[in-house]
């Protein structure tokens, strides 16, 4: 979301590049026959159905209060500013803004995101970097103007801070949740927490303030030593003693169970880690990216189409739901894996990425516009454990679905934000 712009001399060498390499190397099989439609012509396609849809839904919402999430008993389900999703609305409209130029998308994302601005001040969650980057992040991206511009600065600068205050030296994490009654937890800490550190890494280098990027970078080495199983998946909680830094639990409360690799959770990581490693150059962070993609590409329950159930080891595959918003988000974060690894590496996961995509844009996932609610992907899931948005539209997999969109296009034309 803060990925920064390649500047027009980057773009046209990229752009020669990408020519030369598929007229050296030809185009690679998934899109070498003849019949196969190209995959620009698929997010082309894709855009126009996402911004038909799209209107479709801000009319449905236009004079509710908040952020349209999901839907629940046939109709829309608004959240507040304080839902950790609040952002992907307001993202979403700025992604249809960048990959359309229509105006029209640019006002709308510029009210949503303001009304995101509670979180800024938000010190009860962990989640201010989707919350805040989604709409401010991609809108400092994507604004000139000055007054905006400044606006949404100190918007992200005041999360990032708030952020901090959850940090805890002795843990070298900063904590998810807070503690609710009755918790056996003392201080726990998420993978998905891996999401929000770019928050920090960008507000280290827009105030120059090196402290932001010493609490991602302990966070996110916490987090390598503590999550991970040795088969590269990885544990969705870790639950922490405070005042010693010991580790007290390990458990998977959104998964099928403690010792099961729930999907998002693995697409969080690989997208966390692939984001820290672009921010860091820090070759651990890369050498794990590397190893999640190797679990969940290779992984033998993960169906043909690409799109994962949505845990790899519940009992019930292949009767259980899938996850559209893990697919998404992983197809997003392999994209800009490729462009950190080798040639060959590279081809494996834009490929698998653009069967990913392939899979999403068809008529089994993408919905026609009017139907889903307004959303734009089917089958996602959200917490089967809670009963709660099982095989239906969520706001963060048609965010990161836009995302993906937007860096296949990039990574195939050299042409685009993506860096
Ligand atoms: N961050 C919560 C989720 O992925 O459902």
Not at 139 to 161: F, I, K, N
Not at 276 to 297: N, S
Not at 342 to 347: E, G, I, L, Y
Not at 390 to 416: C, H, Q, S, V, W
Request: hydrophobic share 45%; with cysteine; net charge neutral.
């Amino acid at each position: 979301m803060f990925e920064r712009d390649i500047r027009p001399a980057r773009r046209a060498a990229k752009t020669i590049i990408c020519s030369l390499l598929l007229v050296v190397c030809g185009a690679s099989a998934a899109h070498a026959a003849a019949d196969v439609e190209p995959i620009a012509a698929v997010v082309d396609r894709d855009v126009q159905v996402a911004a038909a849809q799209y209107r479709v839904l801000l009319a449905k919402v236009a004079g509710k209060p908040g952020f349209p999430r999901s839907v629940a008993h046939g109709d829309v389900r608004m959240v507040g500013p304080g839902d950790w999703t609040a952002g992907f609305f307001p993202g979403s409209l700025w992604y249809l803004f960048e990959a359309t130029g229509d105006a029209t998308w640019k006002t709308a994302a510029m009210r949503y995101t303001a009304l995101t601005a509670p979180a800024k001040f938000d010190k009860t969650q962990h989640d201010l970097g989707f919350m805040l980057g989604a709409g401010y992040g991609n809108g400092l991206r994507l604004v000139d103007d000055p007054a905006t511009r400044t606006a949404y600065r100190d918007a992200l600068l005041a999360g990032a801070t708030t952020l901090m205050t959850r940090f805890n030296p002795k843990v070298g994490s900063i904590q998810s949740w807070d503690l609710w009654p009755n918790t056996t937890w003392a201080f726990p800490v998420i993978i998905d927490n891996m999401m929000n550190l770019e928050l920090l890494m960008w507000a280290a280098r827009a105030a120059d303030e090196p402290r932001y990027r010493e609490v991602a970078i302990a966070h996110a080495d916490t987090a390598l030593k503590n999550h991970f199983r040795p088969d590269g998946s990885s544990f969705h909680l870790v639950d922490y003693d405070p005042k010693t830094g010991a580790v007290r639990a390990r458990m998977t409360v959104q998964g099928y169970a403690n010792g099961s690799a729930w999907a998002r959770g693995q697409a969080w990581g690989l997208y966390g880690y692939t984001m820290m490693y672009r921010e860091t150059h820090k070759d651990d962070y890369l050498q794990q990216a590397h190893r999640i993609a190797r679990f969940y590409m290779n992984h033998p329950r993960l169906p043909a189409d690409r799109i994962p159930f949505w845990d790899f080891d519940d009992p019930a595959i292949p009767a259980a739901p899938r996850d559209s918003s893990a697919a998404a988000i992983a197809a997003s974060a392999l994209l800009e894996l490729a462009s950190f690894s080798d040639r060959d590496t590279a081809a494996r996961y834009r490929d698998f990425a653009e069967q990913t995509l392939r899979s999403l844009s068809s008529g089994a996932y993408l919905a026609q516009p009017g139907d889903n609610g307004g959303f734009l992907l089917k089958h996602a899931t959200g917490h089967k454990p809670a009963g709660t948005e099982i095989d239906g539209p969520l706001n963060y997999a048609d965010y990161y679905f836009l995302e993906a969109l937007l860096r296949m296009k990039a990574a195939r034309t050299g042409i685009g934000s993506f860096h």
